[in-house]
């Protein structure tokens, strides 16, 4: 059985390991502008709409469930990832635990950059 060298697990060496490198950077890029307009278009709304409208109510509120969905959906996936590497599992390569770390984030930036725009 021959030994892998150490940093063989934390930089990608294969295609299809790169790609999924690649993806997540432009992942993360496309969340962090989704969430740049979002956080513009919400910063508008409070200034030109009254607090207490009923429609700035909800949106208030549905930006805190938003966030508290997206933080349990992380949390899980950082769990199943810490677990599975603890009890000496499959140690899932960073990649792919960040793909599937900022998906959740990802998936409600880009909603709600539609949504308000």
Do not use: C, Y
Not at 30 to 39: L, V
Not at 111 to 116: D, I, K, M, Q, V
């Amino acid at each position: 059985m021959t030994q892998q060298p150490a940093w063989s697990e934390l930089v990608p060496t294969t295609p299809a390991a790169m790609f999924d490198v690649w993806k997540l950077g432009t992942t993360s890029v496309e969340m962090w502008s989704t969430a740049m307009s979002t956080i513009m278009s919400r910063t508008q709304l409070w200034g030109t709409q009254s607090p207490l409208d009923p429609k700035m109510i909800a949106e208030n509120q549905k930006m805190v469930s938003e966030k508290i969905a997206a933080s349990w959906e992380m949390w899980f996936v950082m769990q199943k990832a810490w677990m599975n590497a603890m009890s000496g599992g499959k140690v899932v390569p960073w990649w792919t635990t960040g793909t599937q770390f900022i998906k959740p984030l990802h998936k409600r930036t880009a909603a709600n950059s539609r949504r308000l725009s």
